[in-house]
């Protein structure tokens, strides 16, 4: 079973930036992959940034230049920069890891942008 635990979310002004965090109860080297979603009220969960086993990341267009994920296997931990935030930007982040080719989810993080 694998556990995710999200952090770093709040309240930031436009233009600004929060880190969030995936603390991982299980190696995340062993994840197929591990991806940051996110749902904003009355839209469908989207996919924000994602990681591979082999380090290869993907983002989302709207946040490409913007949002870095990377992780640090040795503290079991995914992050997500997010640089240049905007108000669209709002809504609840969700960790997911693919590992042994199921599905986990952490319990999200609100993130508001707003002045």
């Known amino acids: 079973q694998v556990q995710l635990v999200e952090s770093g979310g709040g309240l930031v002004q436009p233009g600004g930036s929060l880190r969030l965090s995936c603390a991982s109860s299980v190696s995340i080297g062993s994840m197929n992959a591990m991806n940051w979603y996110r749902q904003a009220p009355e839209k469908e969960r989207e996919l924000v940034a994602g990681?591979?086993?082999?380090?290869?990341?993907n983002y989302a267009d709207s946040v490409k230049g913007r949002f870095t994920i990377s992780r640090d296997n040795a503290k079991k931990t995914v992050y997500l920069q997010m640089n240049s935030l905007k108000p669209e930007d709002t809504a609840v982040y969700y960790c997911?890891?693919?590992?042994?080719?199921?599905?986990?989810w952490g319990q999200g993080t609100q993130v508001t942008v707003s002045s």
């Open positions: 997911n890891a693919n590992h042994r080719w199921v599905d986990y």
């Open positions: 990681i591979t086993r082999s380090g290869t990341t």
